[in-house]
C-alpha cells in the first residue's frame, strides 16, 4: 500500500515546490495542503505536523518531516529521481547547491522590509547582472555539457531532480538571467514541456515567492 503523503506549506511556490514538482513528475498522489499565512499563526503550534514551527513539512502516513532539504532528498530518492549511480548523484548535488546558493540574494532582497516593491524589483535585476550570478550559471551549464553535449538533462536521459532544482529557481529569479546560456534555456523549455509536468504547470495558480 502505497504511502499518504500531505505536503504543508503556504499557497506560494517557494520552498516546496520542488516537492510539488517531485510528486507531479512520478505521478504519485498527495494531498498539496496550501495555507494562507493569516491562519499560519494559530495552527503553527500544532507540533505533531510542524515539530519546529516552520513550513514546508511532509507527512508520510501521519509523521511529519521538516526541512525542505530533507524533503526534496528523501522524494527524489523514494521516486527515483536522483540519478544512477555516485556519479549522477555528484552533478546533481552541484546543481541543486549552487541554484540553492543563487535563490538565499533573491530571499535576503525579498525578506528586506527597508525595501518597497520597486526597489525589490531593481535589487533583484541587479542580482542577476552580478559576476558571481555569471559565474554560477556558467558552472551548471558547464556541468550540463557533460551529459548530450548540453543538449539533453543533467544527467540521463530524463528528468530529475536536479533539473527540477534548476528550472524552479530560474522560475523564480526570472528567465532574463538566461540569456547568455542558450543551452540552459533549452532545459528550461525541455522541463516545461514535458509529458510529466505540462499538465501542472498549466493550471499552476500559485505564485512564486519572490
Given at each position: 500500500?502505497?504511502p ?24 504519485v ?8 499565512h ?12 510542524f ?21 526534496n532528498k ?28 543563487l ?10 522590509e ?44 530524463s ?35 514535458s ?15 519572490l
Open positions: 500500500m502505497s499518504k503523503y500531505v505536503l504543508n506549506y503556504f499557497n506560494v511556490q517557494g520552498k516546496a515546490e520542488v516537492a510539488r514538482l517531485l510528486f507531479h513528475c512520478k505521478g498522489e498527495f494531498t498539496d495542503n496550501q495555507i494562507n493569516q491562519d499560519w499563526p494559530s495552527l503553527k503550534s500544532d507540533h505533531s505536523r515539530p519546529l514551527e516552520l513550513m514546508p513539512t511532509l507527512e508520510i502516513d501521519g509523521h511529519a518531516v521538516c526541512q525542505s532539504a530533507a524533503i528523501y522524494l527524489p530518492e523514494t521516486f527515483g529521481l536522483y540519478g544512477a549511480n555516485a556519479s549522477d548523484r555528484l552533478i546533481i548535488n552541484q546543481v541543486c547547491e549552487t541554484m540553492n546558493d535563490s538565499k540574494e533573491y530571499y535576503e532582497v525579498y525578506r528586506n527597508a525595501l518597497d516593491n520597486e526597489q525589490k524589483n531593481a535589487a533583484y535585476a541587479e542580482i542577476g547582472l552580478t559576476d558571481a550570478t555569471k559565474l554560477k550559471l556558467t558552472f551548471v551549464e558547464s556541468l550540463l555539457k557533460r551529459n548530450h553535449d548540453g543538449h539533453g538533462y543533467f544527467v540521463g536521459d528528468i530529475t531532480v536536479g533539473d527540477l532544482v534548476f528550472f524552479h529557481i530560474i522560475g523564480m529569479v526570472g528567465k532574463s538571467v538566461l540569456n547568455d546560456h542558450p543551452l540552459l534555456t533549452e532545459v528550461i523549455d525541455r522541463v516545461r514541456h509529458a510529466e509536468l505540462k499538465s501542472y504547470l498549466d493550471y499552476r495558480t500559485h505564485p512564486p515567492f
